[in-house]
């Protein structure tokens, strides 16, 4: 019997590597970690090049490089099949691209606290250091986000270690249990609302979120039988992480970092909340014939595939696919063709979102066209789309 040849798995090239096309995207990963890695360089750049624009180096890639790059590489497209789930789930070279973000990250932060102690440098170069370290702490909080939605315990240590930077450690708590349960809905702080601007926004996702993980915890704790002052209180652990991480760098470089610490900090927090803007904006579940709330769809997160975004920021653009099903690991996430879509990356929608007007021309009627129309299926601010001509900005 003429025994039939084994079919070789179709393989892509990307650069000088060939990979299979369970990730062709494999290789790239590594690039995640140019976040951190850049935060390294900016002394040695302004000291090669003169130039102490370097100082800046994390505003101008996020904000300037990378919505670039998307524009000119375009769209991803590539979704991992079923049948190499399981396989690439369990690949530990995908989780260690996210463990090294961490040692990196407080390295670079470790410099810069022993730049901004010396006497070296102008405040407004300092000023960008802080700025560059701050994007830093908000990149750091997607690798939090990554690490926190794990069942390994280590995986949850990291993801409270990565918060301590920003100081935003509640997030681990208030992600996890609330913002997954409530979002695309009125009761979801972190959920933008139709005609809320970013800068409405902000203060009431900041202190809707802070207010909802104390809650949350207070909750979890008393189920338990334990008190609010325990061991095993997450918020508590995290802040925890925060004052040994700023103590120990305000013993070693003196209290003349604590402004710069606090910038960076707000930096951090301010980018991760514009994500969080992004993500949502406007956007509603439907409701159950029983009035409840229906399970999270792809329908209910705008999406994002491009491609340079997607590396940058572990999938987190795939952001439908997360939000239906939370416990997939980055690399397996998929774009939904039944989401939203936004025009342009994540990196370019941050830059539209801080300018309203600019971001109510791209997005509402973006938003209007899911719900053909029906502005009612929308998660709205009622005294904003009533008044005359704002429905069809």
């Known amino acids: 019997m003429k025994m039939s040849k084994r079919v070789p798995r179709p393989r892509h090239l990307l650069g000088r590597y060939v990979v299979p096309t369970a990730d062709p995207k494999r290789f790239l990963w590594a690039f995640g970690l140019l976040a951190p890695i850049c935060a390294l360089l900016p002394s040695q750049l302004v000291m090669r090049t003169g130039s102490t624009i370097f100082w800046w180096i994390e505003p101008i890639i996020v904000l300037f490089a990378i919505p670039v790059l998307d524009r000119l590489v375009g769209e991803d497209g590539h979704n991992a099949s079923d049948e190499d789930y399981e396989k690439l789930s369990a690949n530990r070279f995908y989780r260690w691209c996210t463990y090294l973000f961490l040692p990196v990250q407080v390295a670079a932060l470790v410099i810069a606290c022993s730049l901004w102690t010396g006497s070296d440098l102008r405040f407004v170069d300092k ?3 802080a700025v560059t370290v701050g994007f830093l702490a908000g ?27 920003s100081g935003y450690g509640h997030f681990y708590v208030e992600h996890n249990r609330g913002h997954h349960a409530r979002v695309a809905t009125p009761q979801d702080p972190a959920s933008a609302r139709f005609g809320e601007s970013l800068w409405e926004f902000l203060p009431r996702s900041v202190i809707g979120g802070f207010r909802s993980a104390l809650e949350l915890e207070q909750e979890r704790l008393q189920r338990q039988g334990r008190s609010w002052w325990n061991p095993r209180n997450n918020i508590l652990q995290s802040w925890a992480m925060t004052l040994v991480l700023f ?4 013993a070693v470089f003196g209290p003349g970092i604590l402004p710069y610490l ?4 707000v930096i951090g927090v301010w980018l991760l909340e514009t994500v969080n803007y992004v993500e949502h904006y406007g956007l509603l579940r439907s409701r159950l014939p029983n009035g409840r709330w229906a399970r999270c769809s792809p329908a209910d997160s705008w999406n994002s595939d491009r491609l340079v975004t997607n590396i940058f920021l572990f999938h987190l653009q795939r952001h439908s696919d997360h939000h239906a099903n939370p416990a997939r690991r980055y690399q397996t996430l998929r774009t939904a063709s039944e989401a939203p879509q936004l025009p342009a990356g994540y990196a370019t929608m941050i830059v539209v979102a801080s300018v309203p007007a600019l971001w109510r021309r791209t997005m509402d009627h973006r938003v209007l066209a899911h719900y053909d129309g029906d502005l009612t299926r929308a998660n ?14």
């Open 127 to 129: 000023l960008g250091l």
């Open 139 to 165: 990149i750091g909080i997607n690798a939090a986000h990554e690490l926190g939605h794990r069942v390994e315990r280590l995986e949850r240590w990291l993801a409270k270690a990565a918060l301590a930077q």
């Open 247 to 250: 103590g120990g760098l305000v």
């Open 262 to 265: 606090a910038v960076q900090a």
């Open 380 to 393: 709205t601010m009622p005294d904003r789309v009533q008044r005359p001509g704002r429905e069809s900005t």
